[in-house]
């Protein structure tokens, strides 16, 4: 099963940017679609933006127009490029493929933090 290993977040002012980086430690290219998902505390964790391997892409109604995912099939690596960032974004974001089951294993995740 393939592993991801999130990185790239940090402390941010309100309207600032991040860039996460999701590396896989195997190959994606057969992966359809990927994911970035968000858990803030005492939240359920969300599905924030994803793509397929055509390059589709999609966003929950919070981020659109301040988010972008893509990702390099062969780097192994999936990005979500985060601008205008609010308090509200503030989570731990994760990558894992679209849908996720019962068995999906999350790795540590990459904590975001909004605040001045």
């Known amino acids: 099963q393939v592993q991801f290993v999130e990185s790239g977040g940090g402390l941010v002012q309100p309207g600032g940017s991040l860039r996460l980086s999701c590396t896989a430690s195997?190959?994606?290219?057969?992966?359809?679609?990927m994911g970035w998902y968000r858990q803030a505390p005492g939240k359920q964790r969300e599905l924030v933006a994803y793509?397929?391997?055509?390059?589709?892409?999609g966003y929950t109604d919070s981020v659109k127009g301040r988010f972008t995912i893509s990702r390099d099939n062969a780097k192994n690596t999936v990005y979500l490029q985060m601008d205008s960032l609010k308090p509200e974004d503030t989570a731990a974001y994760y990558c894992?493929?679209?849908?996720?089951?019962?068995?999906?294993?999350w790795g540590q995740g990459t904590q975001v933090t909004v605040s001045s």
């Open positions: 195997g190959r994606i290219g057969t992966i359809v679609i």
């Open positions: 793509i397929t391997t055509g390059g589709t892409t």
């Open positions: 894992n493929p679209v849908p996720v089951v019962a068995t999906t294993s």
